[in-house]
C-alpha cells in the first residue's frame, strides 16, 4: 500500500482574483479579509462588477497539499468538483503538483465551485465563494485506504459549511485513528469559527482532532478572548498540538507545556495574503511528517507562507523544496 | 457616434500559463520564445504534461486593446470565442477592462482557443495556442461603425493563420480609410512572418497599412537580413511609420527620415515576456492618438511593456495611467 505523508480534504475551489479598491468592498456588502459565501445568483452580480481577472486552482486545503507535494512531500487529497471546465482545471492543477486526487467528479450540476477574490491595495483578500459542487461531498468519497496511509490528516473547518463533509470528517478520522495516524485541522476563518465554535472545540476535546492550525483571529474567536495568551493557554490544554500564525509577527506552537515562537520571513513586497494559513499549514506538517523539530517546522511554515504572499495567488509557483535547500532548512 | 482611439482585432485566446525548464521544451518539440500552431489532439498532450497552471485572458490585439484602456483610451475588440466558459472569462475580462466588445460568439464548436504558454527560467515565453473559435472570424464580424469610428485600427499578424480573418481586416481597412483614418499591425512572429511575408509586404506596400510594429527578429525575417540597418531602410521605404522593438535595448522609430531611438525602461526582474510587444504597442498607440511626438510615443510603449514584463501573465494588473502620471508622461 503506497504511504502518504499527508492527506488534506477540503473545498475544491477555482479562485478568481482581481484587484480592487477599499469602497469597491464596502459599496458591495464583502467582509473585508473574510471568507463570503454566496449563492449563484450573488456570484453572477459580483463577477459582472469584477475587474479583469486571472483564475487558478485553490481552496484552503487543497493549497496545502499543493504545498507539501512542492516540498517533496507525498500528499493526497479529497474534495468535490463537477464534470466542467473549472473541474479540468482544478484536477489537472492539483494531480500536476504530483498530489494524489482521485475523489469523483459530479456528472453535471451544481458546477465546480468558485471564489471571487478582491485584492485591495494593503494586499489583503476578501474571499466570495459559491461552493456548488463542494456541497455534494460525503463519506461516500472517503478513500480508506488513503485515510489509513497518511501520517497527517488535514482538513479545513470550512467542510462544516456543505451539509455532509462533517461526517466524511469523522469518517476519515476514524480510519486514520484506527491506524495510528494523526488528525489535524485548520480554523479557516474567525467568522467560520463563529459559525461552529461548539463543533470544532467538540472535535478537539474528544480528540477526533490532535493537531489544530488558526491565526491569532481565529484562537481568539474560538475563546471569545481579546487575549492571546489566553487563548494560548487554553488550546494547549484542548489539543495535542497547535500552530497558531501571527500575520508579520510569525508564529507560536504550544504542545503541553512547551512553546516555541517562530519568526516570519522577511519579505521585499505583500503582493497577496491570499494562501498565507495553508501554505504555513504545508511547510509545517512536511517538516512535522518527516521528523523535524518543531521549531523547524515553523520555520518550512514561515517560509512558505513568506514566499506565497509575495506573488498573486494561493499556490506556490516555484518549487519550495528547492526554495527550503538554498536556505540550509531542507 | 461614438468614437474609439485604438480598435484592435486579433485571435481571442485564454492564456494557460506554467513554468518549465528548458529541457521541457526540447523532449516536446516546442520551440522556444515562439508561437507554436497546434491542434486539439496535441493541445490535450501538452496539458496532460503541463505543471500546475494559471488562466488569464491573452491573445496579442486582445492585449493591446486591453493596454490602451488602461491608459484611458477609448478602445474596442474584434475576435471570436464560442459560448463556453473560456469564452464567457475572455468576453468578462476585455470588458471589465473598458474595451468595446460586441463580436457575437459562436454558439458551440470548436471552443474559445487558448494558448499553453510555457516560461522558461529566463523569463522567455514559448506559446503553443490552438485557434478553436478563432477560425471562424470572417468578414461578417467586422462592425462597420467601430471601423469608421477608430483613429488607428491595429491588427495582429497572427490573424493569417486563421482562414478567412483577412478578409475581416481588408474590409476593416476599407472601411478605416474611407473614413480618412489610419491601419496599423505587427507582424506577429518571426515564423508568422516567415509563413506570410509577401503578403504582409503586400499589406504595407499597396497602403492597407499605414504602421507596422515589430521586434527586431521579426523585421530581420521580413527582409531576410542578418542587419538591424537594412531592415530599417527598407521598412522606412515600405510604409509610413514603423517602430521595431530591441527587447532591453529599447526601439527604433522610423518614419521617412526620421528615426527616434527610445530606451527600455530599468526593471527589477524579469518575470514573464508575455505581453510585452503588446503593451508596447498600447502605450505607443495610446501616444500617437491622444497626439504625442513620436519619443513620447516610444517612451509610454517602453513603459507599459517593461511592467508587463514584471509579472506573469500578458495584461497589465495596474492601472497604466497611473504608472505614466506618477513618472510624468501621462
Known amino acids: 500500500m503506497k504511504e502518504f505523508d499527508v492527506l488534506c480534504i477540503g473545498n475544491a475551489i477555482v479562485d478568481i482574483f482581481a484587484r480592487c479598491d477599499e469602497a469597491f468592498l464596502t459599496e458591495n456588502g464583502i467582509i473585508k479579509g473574510a471568507m463570503n459565501l454566496i449563492d449563484a445568483e450573488r456570484a453572477e452580480l459580483l463577477y459582472g462588477r ?30 468535490k468538483v463537477s464534470n466542467d471546465h473549472l473541474g479540468e482545471i482544478y484536477t489537472h492543477d492539483i494531480r500536476a ?29 476578501s474571499m466570495n465563494t459559491y461552493l456548488g459542487a463542494c456541497v455534494e461531498l460525503g463519506p461516500e468519497d472517503v478513500e480508506a485506504d488513503k485515510a489509513s496511509a497518511a501520517k ?28 495510528g495516524r494523526e488528525v489535524s485541522m485548520t480554523l479557516s476563518d474567525p467568522f467560520c469559527v463563529d ?76 503582493v497577496d495574503t491570499t494562501g498565507a494559513g495553508d501554505l504555513y499549514a504545508a511547510g509545517f506538517l512536511h517538516g512535522y511528517t518527516t521528523g523535524r523539530s518543531l521549531a523547524d517546522c515553523g520555520k518550512l511554515g514561515s517560509l512558505a507562507a513568506g514566499l506565497v504572499i509575495q506573488q498573486f495567488g494561493a499556490r506556490p509557483r516555484q518549487s519550495l523544496l528547492e526554495e527550503a535547500q538554498q536556505r540550509g532548512l531542507a
Chains 1, 2 share one sequence.
Not at 54 to 72: C, D, K, L, M, Q
Not at 158 to 172: C, F, G, N, Q
Open 195 to 270: 459559525r461552529y465554535r461548539d463543533e470544532f472545540l467538540d472535535l478537539m476535546r474528544s480528540g477526533t482532532v490532535d493537531i489544530v492550525f488558526a491565526n491569532e483571529s481565529e484562537l481568539k474567536s474560538l475563546y471569545q478572548t481579546s487575549s492571546l495568551d489566553t487563548g494560548l493557554e487554553l488550546i494547549r490544554k484542548d489539543c495535542r498540538l497547535a500552530a497558531v500564525t501571527r500575520s508579520e509577527l510569525g508564529s507560536v506552537i504550544v504542545r503541553g507545556e512547551e512553546t516555541v515562537p517562530v519568526e516570519a520571513i522577511g519579505i521585499s513586497e505583500l
Open 50 to 79: 469584477m475587474g479583469p481577472a486571472i483564475e487558478a486552482s485553490g481552496g484552503s486545503a487543497g493549497n496545502t497539499a499543493a504545498g507539501v507535494a512542492s516540498f517533496g512531500g507525498r500528499s493526497a487529497f479529497f474534495g
Open 97 to 125: 503538483q504530483g498530489v494524489a486526487f482521485d475523489t469523483r467528479p459530479l456528472p453535471g450540476e451544481p458546477p465546480t465551485a468558485r471564489s471571487m477574490i478582491f485584492v485591495t491595495p494593503d494586499g489583503e483578500r
Open 152 to 179: 497527517v490528516t488535514y482538513f479545513e473547518g470550512y467542510l462544516w459549511d456543505p451539509p455532509r463533509a462533517k461526517e466524511a470528517i469523522r469518517l476519515t478520522a476514524k480510519h486514520a485513528h484506527a491506524a
